[in-house]
């Protein structure tokens, strides 16, 4: 069965989209830890992100990265943190959480509460400023 994320790619579920190319896609978390907490998603379905092949990895490292560098432009945290721990959801997928303040928990036990309105609103801005 497919995951939630591939019927996201497939545009079966909707999402709050960053960006996207033909291999990789990102788009907000819907249960955020912080304001623009991003998800960065490779379209193949692997379960464990240690089994994708050495190249697509890397792609997904690099695609990040260029998130990051949106998150960053468009939103100023301190710096975009990095987890990967993928427990929920058997599709391989790297957190990135905007860091505002040092004693920020960054953790996936943290929930924020971030209106729809909002995360429109930061979709729109994150998008704008990411350069993939
Ligand atoms: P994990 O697999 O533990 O790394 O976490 C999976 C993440 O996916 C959680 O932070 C969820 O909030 C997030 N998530 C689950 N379903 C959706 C969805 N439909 N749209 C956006 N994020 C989602």
């Excluded at 304001?35 to 890397?58: Q, R, S, W």
């Excluded at 949106?70 to 905007?98: Q, S």
């Excluded at 509460?113 to 930061?122: A, F, G, I, K, N």
Aim: one cysteine or more.
């Amino acid at each position: 069965m497919a995951t939630i994320f591939t019927k996201i790619i497939n545009g079966e579920i909707p999402c709050h989209k960053i960006a996207e190319n033909d291999s990789h896609i990102a788009f907000l978390d819907i249960n955020p830890i912080a304001e623009g907490h991003t998800l960065v998603v490779p379209k193949k379905e692997i379960d464990y992100v240690f089994d994708l092949p050495d190249e697509l990895l890397g792609e997904t490292m690099l695609f990040s990265k260029k998130v990051a560098a949106g998150l960053d432009k468009a939103l100023n945290p301190i710096r975009t943190g990095v987890i990967v721990e993928g427990l929920e959801v058997p599709h391989a997928h790297i957190h990135l959480v905007p860091i505002y303040k040092e004693s920020q928990e960054v953790s996936l036990k943290r929930k924020v509460d971030v209106s729809e309105d909002r995360m429109s609103e930061l979709a729109t801005l994150i998008s704008k400023a990411v350069e993939i």
